[in-house]
């Protein structure tokens, strides 16, 4: 979080700050935001550079965002890594960026995505893979009934938190791909992850498969989709970022990718 808002303000320094109509999240211009990192379909499938799949978490596209990503980080996601362990957490976090920008190319191939929020969705799918994998395990005992009745808790919670989620994903400017990706990538992930710890031999081989096979057959269909279908419909402007924003922004100033423009 601290580099996340570190990484912002360096941007406003070089960058500058776009007009409201721009940028209505009080951020930089677009293509400050592709100059950092941010997913730019043109460049992951024509450029190949596939870091870009990971790198938009690490940017927002400006203060509330910012504020609004870090608040959840600092409390759901922060009690997740604690109950996880950083191992877990990370492996979560960086599966569901990747799933979560790779449905942003397929869906929106033509603008330029950064946040961490398919990450954070992530972690809540993955919580209800864990609340699926642990309510496979005994109740007996008194401790695994209260255990079992905290878990009940949990999952209502979370699954509260994921429709919410949902709701405000289809708000303007909001990438609700990027969520919807990060969402089924933290699910599928966390069903191999949690379903390992469940004592049960049937039910542990049950749910690793479930996951295992969800997990290839999404994030193979998705790369093949992104590579052979999506390429075709990604708009050439998008290789000149300014020149792409300025058809709609006629006081828009490219900054950080001048020399590039000037050269298109």
Known sequence: SAAQTVILIAMLIQCGIAPMQVNPMVG????????WGGKNAYNI????????????????????????????????????????????WLTIYLASAASGSILSVIQAPNSVGVGSSSSVCGL?????????????????????????????EQFGSTLCSVVLILVFSFIPYVDWAAHVGGLLGGFSVGMMIFG??????????????????????????GILHMIDETKNGVAEEMADVCGYYMQFFEDY???????????N
């Open 196 to 221: 390992m710890q469940i004592k049960t031999w049937n039910w542990k081989l049950i749910m690793v498969l479930f996951g295992l096979i969800l997990s290839s057959l999404g994030f193979a269909s």
């Open 45 to 88: 499938l024509y450029d190949h550079e596939y870091w870009r799949l990971f790198t938009p978490i690490m940017l927002h596209a400006g203060v509330f965002h910012l504020v609004c990503n870090v608040a959840v980080q600092l409390d759901t996601g922060a009690f997740f890594e604690r109950e996880w362990g950083s191992l877990i």
């Open 28 to 35: 930089p211009y677009p293509d400050a935001l592709s100059y």
């Open 253 to 263: 100033k490219c900054n950080c990718m001048l020399e590039q423009h000037e050269e």
């Open 124 to 152: 809540f799918g993955a919580k209800l893979a864990e609340a699926l994998c642990r309510s496979r395990e005994s109740t007996k005992s008194q401790d695994r009934e209260l255990s079992h009745a905290i878990l009940c």
